[in-house]
DNA sequence: GATGAATGAGCGTTCATTCAT
DNA sequence: TATGAATGAACGCTCATTCAT
């Protein structure tokens, strides 16, 4: 059974610059698989193919570790999405939907998506983090998503809607796929995931964007039902 | 069954049959404060004024303690809104508000929210709650969604929306307000509760209602925009 | 080799009230004979005849169980010793004789002595134990020789000589024993100890004692041999 | 030695004889300061500013480390004070204020006292050890001593005083200095530490010099009260 | 039934030592 | 020779679970 003396011992490599991608890779790994508490650090640390020792050479404690995780995953993604807002020209509707897309690219359709679940069930814990989370991602999402809506609202696209409740509806389907990506509620699968986050923006879209007005082209959308 | 009541004296007896709920209610509380691993049996069992070895008398395991909370509080708040269902007369739109709003009593403003951030974080450890979940919770929910959708669209109030994803649009925000109040994501302030939660459904109503055709008395509902 | 499951396996004992004194007493004994370092927690444990968890149901940590066993060990030495000096009637000689006899008796003789050694060691690492010990053992023995000297001068007994330094004369054999009981510098050992301590002391108040005339000879001391 | 001067081009190999005094000297400073168990083997290292790795290029290991590092402090000290022992040519009193002075110049004064509180800790755990102090520093030591007891006696300058007692006498405070700075007894402080040092040897001498007469009073002795 | 003292497997973390470079 | 990344045995401590009372 224990045959662990008969192998010949792996070769130390050395890769002092590889080794936090690695370990943060395989933390993310298994943070987002078997949650924070039931994560081992030496189990971090086998799949990241190095020695428990290893792994506490780069980061201090497992706190630190799932730190560095969840800034490494979330870093430097909200700003894409702001610049994207600020070139972007065509209709508001349209903005939404490409700004959705991004963050099905870069979260929604990645391990990042697990770790948000991860993060619901701990960032109390994390008070440092929580303020991370706060400022880096959820402010510069909010701000997006608003100042969006309120370019659809002084441009005519949208009837003028109260902005937070809104910005709730629209955010909610997005963020929920992302924590629960099938556990509490399956989402629906008919349709490949990029058409199926279209299709749901769409519907709220339908549900602030102006009638009565001068807005038909988004009538034609796609065909008025 | 023992001669209870002939007895003079029953010193401390009492209360036998209320110890289950006062456990399970003390297990829920700490589950929703501080996850399923900070959870500790004997705060469990302090909380509920009894020793730790008693709690073990009820519930041979912490993993049992678990499964026997959830259950106890998710059973049988699905039944009454489907009956809820059945009896509607009025408005499809009205009968989403009203199950809307039986939702938040039942869970949205109870300990049973905070429940289902911990589930989201436990059920794939729990493999036969997960099996509950979904058929207990999940499907009668998603039946009781889709039917009213359907009912909608046959009876001409809404446009023809494709069923599954707008059941999901219509739930994502009540279910991410129970899981993530304010951890995540921030959710608006400005209104009391429950008119919040009318003000969303009704974005979303907005969206898949019929427009052109004999559906004005809907615009009315809240003074036609 | 591993016949640890055959044996039987000890029944669990109950006795709440015995148990501090026995971990402190096991942890005395080790912590003399290995230092503070080298004594591990489950050795305390097992020397006690318990399990590792049960220590740490009486003490929270190894540095609040190297304190207690400090504390315990010290507590209420002095007292006594003081107690002494204040009914005593005959010869100061005798009284610091009598004080020297205390001290070996509760301290010189017995696994305290070897505490000192430790205490020596790691008292830096312990503030608090090193306020607790400057307080409750220093302070007052320091203040006991010191009355008992001055005391012997008033009546004409000791020569007038510097209090502080005649004190630490008397006091380092007696302390240099309890530290160092032959690891450093053999004690001789051609007498039992407490004769031993007798002709030390003795060999010190030689010194200091006041001799027939008025002590002229003070200046020239020397100049008689 | 070498022909270093003459080198252009000295890049690493220089100092290369100096290597072993240097992390000499910085694992007694650390010892010193935090003991052997709190000592680590890369501060070592960082202190004499060389790599873990050189420091094992040394020394095989902490152990022998600590061992290379008492041997080098202690040898050859106590050699000297023994040829000035041969050489002296005054009183016995004299020559005992001569070896104190000595003493503390080259141990009291210095980081080789403070080794002394570490080799009360660990000697047991060293035995090898053990035996080098015991040979080469007790042994010759306690002869230095005991001789100039003894000569002091032969020649009538002391009263004849158990040689062992009085000789333990003699040096408790000088070692409990060393070992002791401070820690367990606070040292007189009214004097500078030579001056001190020289009283207290004083002290001691006052209790066996020979007095005038034949020492009658030896037997009632404390009668003259 | 009820208690809570006792257990011990298991975790996060450290650090003396090794070895590929 | 010198380096410092890598190792892994070992420690302090926790906590779900057991069981004598």
């Known amino acids: 059974m224990t045959e662990k003396s008969l192998e010949p011992k792996p070769p130390r490599r050395r890769r002092k610059e590889a080794r936090p ?25 086998r799949r990241a ?35 994207l807002a600020e070139q972007h020209q065509g209709t508001t509707a349209e903005l939404l939907l490409q700004i959705g897309g991004i963050w099905w690219e870069r979260i929604g359709s990645r391990p990042a998506a697990g770790l948000h679940r991860v993060l619901l069930a701990e960032l ?35 009837r003028p809607v109260p902005l937070d409740e809104a910005c709730y509806a629209l955010i909610a389907p997005l963020l ?28 709220l879209l339908r549900g602030i964007e102006r009638r009565d007005g001068p807005a038909p082209e988004q009538a034609g959308r796609r065909g008025a039902a």
Chains 1, 2, 3, 4 share one sequence.
Do not use: C
Request: net charge negative; aromatic share 10%.
């Open 49 to 83: 193919g190095v020695s428990k020792g290893t792994l506490y050479l780069y980061y201090p404690s497992k706190d630190e570790l799932f730190k560095a995780v969840v800034r490494a995953t979330l870093s430097n993604l909200i700003a894409e999405a702001a610049q």
């Open 21 to 45: 991608q690695e370990l943060l890779a395989a933390a993310l790994a298994l943070f987002v698989e078997k949650g924070y508490a039931a994560t081992h650090s030496d189990e971090v640390a």
């Open 124 to 158: 109390p814990h994390f008070p440092e983090l929580q303020r991370f989370y706060a400022d880096e991602v959820v402010a510069p999402a909010d701000q997006l998503f608003t100042r969006a809506l309120q370019r659809g609202i002084d441009r005519g696209e949208f």
């Open 176 to 203: 929920l796929r992302a924590l629960d990506n099938g556990t509490l509620w399956a989402p629906p699968s008919t349709m490949p995931p990029e058409r199926l986050l279209a299709t749901q923006i769409d519907i």
